[in-house]
């Protein structure tokens, strides 16, 4: 069991007249595992603090810092799905407010010295102290609640915008993680006045000490900017509700629960805050978004890690080279990830060389700009250009131990790709298909080893989105999937292991999905209603932005390939292969192309919104349950990983099938839910 533990020292500093009580928090875990607050490690703080209040005469300062490289990543949430009643839920925001307290209202100056991870619960324990120290190493500073489906239960709502004020607070309690988490870098924080003082991690506790002893001796004073405490606290609530609206349609609770936590913050009594903190906390913990938002979490933290059929690690060859047939976009961008994960030689190769040249400078522009960013050194930043070189010879594919073809999606090509490397490679080289909807054991039926020959359905954008679908054709071998689940993780991908089957599983979920709403549009729906009827789900963006992004000429060809495996599930919409085969974008500067609207054609029924939602819904959940009866992934849990990573689906729907079973949706059209009740649900 994890149990963190606060472990209290009494130290000399230099120049401070009586000792420092240093709390260390220790789970007694390598670094790997994150100390995290449950009824344990509370009981142990207060404790530690008990225990101080002994000693209070030779005590000058009381610091609270954690075991090497982590502070403290909030509360246990693998305890949360255990509450079953509102007043377990009640006490654990009371259980909180209470022991924090005591290092607030403390008459002793009290520090964190947050020298690693402070996320959620272990944040707001810094919070609660009266100044703080960070090191330039830890790894994420957040407070993610919202995004589980949780706001800041333990005081972070009411310190932090009192702290760094409204818009700086509600950027980092609200849009943050609803930015697909997005974490603060160390120096961001210090920037923001989270962090009194950044200090280097070398010496970081020692420094930190001394900065402490110069604070209670008076040497150092503490400069904060005033916080704005006018009308404009409001405003900014209100703007960003109005944002909320426009985005996520009320989709998500949590994060118009922390709104209404932050305007609370301006001037109610911080006690009342606490309060209105646990009310918060006590609904949301017992509400079905959270209980998806966990399953969520588990999903991307766990399952995501150790992928569902992977095979030996063991079995993984070498990857020294990797050659990538095409310099197109979407080849430049596997280019550039390969060469900054792998640092292995990286060649392209095209039909002409200004096709090779444009996707050398592309690669070679992006590390610019991320030396730019300070993301990369320039020492390093030089050794990745001279690994990335092109060529229009595909012989020089004969020494890598990888490649990866992105080129058109047309069968027939790829087949004509693949037959013309394999009397280049080594027998033992890896052949890798980018393809985004085509079978992987057809386009393998006509090598001499096929067992060799494996999907990586890599999304876009590729230095983005984390998800990558591994396929196993018929005859893919377990050294050839070995060694692309390995190669995934070096390249930090989430790797689910597919069957061969049209569209895998991501596209061929939203294809379906989406196709219900397209042929909306076909039999008459207005445009505004189809693209508008799914904003209860929240989805990260409406289905014509998603057309536009992946593009119509792509949407086309995936809608072509289903049709053809499917033809009674999946229709190909006349209104899209318009706008496909015109070559132009459905919308420009965030609404409807003119050009594409005058290409549309509807016949004479016209749907409700709620029509389309329910259509689509429906067909959603037909699809899922295909897919698993086709053994297309191993679970529910996959299809849910998935969308997650792969189509950006949002926590609150626990990906699709959680929401699917709570809306009554799985049952009235499969017969049964997808996951048994308590999973992903309240129980």
């Not at 210090?190 to 280097?200: H, K, N, R, W």
């Not at 606490?274 to 588990?298: H, N, Q, V």
């Not at 990286?346 to 070679?364: F, I, P």
């Amino acid at each position: 069991m994890n149990v963190t533990k606060s472990l209290l020292r009494f130290v000399s500093v230099p120049g401070l007249d009586g000792e420092a009580a240093l709390i260390t928090l220790d789970n007694g875990l390598d670094h790997t595992k994150p100390n995290v607050l449950n009824l344990d490690a509370m009981a142990s703080l207060d404790q530690a603090l008990d225990e101080i209040a002994g000693h209070t005469p030779r005590v000058r300062l009381i610091a609270v810092t954690g075991k090497p490289y982590v502070f403290c990543v909030g509360a246990d949430l693998t305890a949360l799905p255990q509450i079953r009643t509102r007043e377990q839920a009640l006490e654990i925001g009371r259980l909180g407010h209470r022991v924090f307290a005591r290092l607030r209202d403390s008459e002793i100056p009290t520090f964190a010295f947050v020298n690693g991870a402070a996320m959620g619960g272990g944040l707001e324990l810094a919070l609660h102290c009266h100044y703080r120290t960070v090191s330039g190493g830890a790894g994420a500073l957040a407070l993610p609640e919202v995004s589980l489906g949780l706001v800041p239960g333990w005081g972070g709502t009411q310190l932090l915008p009192n702290l760094i004020g409204i818009v700086n607070a509600a950027q980092v309690i609200v849009q943050n993680p609803l930015a697909q988490n997005k974490m603060l870098r160390p120096a961001q924080a210090a920037e923001l006045g989270i962090a009194d003082v950044l200090f280097e991690p070398a010496d970081f506790l020692e420094r930190s000490l001394e900065w402490a002893a110069g604070v209670v001796r008076g040497d150092i004073t503490v400069e904060r900017a005033p916080v704005d405490r006018s009308e404009m606290w409001d405003a900014v609530i209100g703007y960003a509700r109005q944002q909320l609206d426009q985005r996520l349609h009320g989709a998500v609770p949590a994060a118009y629960r922390a709104l209404e936590l932050l305007a609370l913050a301006r001037s109610a009594p911080f006690a009342e805050g606490t309060a209105a903190e646990d009310e918060a906390l006590a609904d949301l913990i017992m509400s079905e978004e959270l209980r998806s938002g966990l399953y969520a979490f588990d999903l991307v933290q766990r399952r995501a890690k150790k992928p569902a059929g992977a095979p030996s690690p063991d079995l993984a060859r070498d990857v020294t080279k990797v050659g990538i047939v095409g310099a197109g976009l979407m080849a430049s961008q596997l280019g550039l990830l390969f060469v900054r994960r792998l640092e292995v030689p990286v060649v392209l190769t095209d039909l002409d060389q200004a096709r090779v040249d444009k996707g050398l400078a592309y690669v070679r522009a992006e590390i610019d700009k991320l030396v730019g960013k300070g993301r990369l050194d320039e020492g390093k930043a030089a050794k990745l250009r001279g690994l990335v070189s092109g060529s229009v010879d595909k012989t020089v594919f004969a020494d890598a131990d990888l490649v990866v073809e992105a080129v058109f999606e047309d069968l027939a090509v790829k087949k004509q790709v693949w037959a013309e490397l394999e009397r280049i490679v080594s027998p033992e080289c890896v052949l890798a298909t980018n393809t985004s909807s085509l079978s992987v054991t057809e386009m393998a039926a006509e090598l001499a080893h096929p067992e060799r020959v494996v999907g990586l359905h890599f999304f876009n954008p590729v230095a983005v989105m984390p998800l990558l679908e591994i396929v196993r054709g018929v005859r893919t071998d377990e050294a050839t999937l070995a060694t692309a689940f390995a190669t995934g993780k070096k390249l930090k991908k989430s790797c689910v292991l597919v069957k061969d089957a049209p569209a895998f599983v991501v596209n061929r979920l939203l294809s379906r999905f989406l196709g219900e709403v397209f042929a909306a549009v076909d039999a008459g729906t207005p445009v505004e209603v189809a693209d508008t009827a799914l904003d209860p789900l929240g989805l990260p963006m409406r289905p014509l932005a998603l057309l536009n992004l992946v593009g119509p000429a792509v949407a086309h060809h995936t809608a072509e390939t289903l049709h053809a495996a499917f033809p009674d599930r999946f229709g190909v919409s006349e209104n899209m292969a318009r706008i496909a085969a015109a070559g132009i974008p459905v919308l420009t500067d965030g609404e409807l192309n003119p050009e594409a609207a005058a290409l549309l054609k509807g016949g004479g029924t016209a749907l409700t919104a709620e029509e389309v939602r329910r259509r689509a819904l429906d067909a959603l959940a037909e699809e899922v349950r295909l897919l698993l009866d086709e053994g297309v992934v191993a679970e529910p849990q996959d299809v849910d990983l998935c969308l997650i990573l792969g189509g950006g689906w949002p926590f609150h729907l626990g990906g699709v099938t959680p929401y699917l079973d709570r809306t009554g949706v799985s049952e009235r059209v499969t017969g049964k839910r997808f996951l048994p009740r308590g999973v992903a649900s309240l129980p």
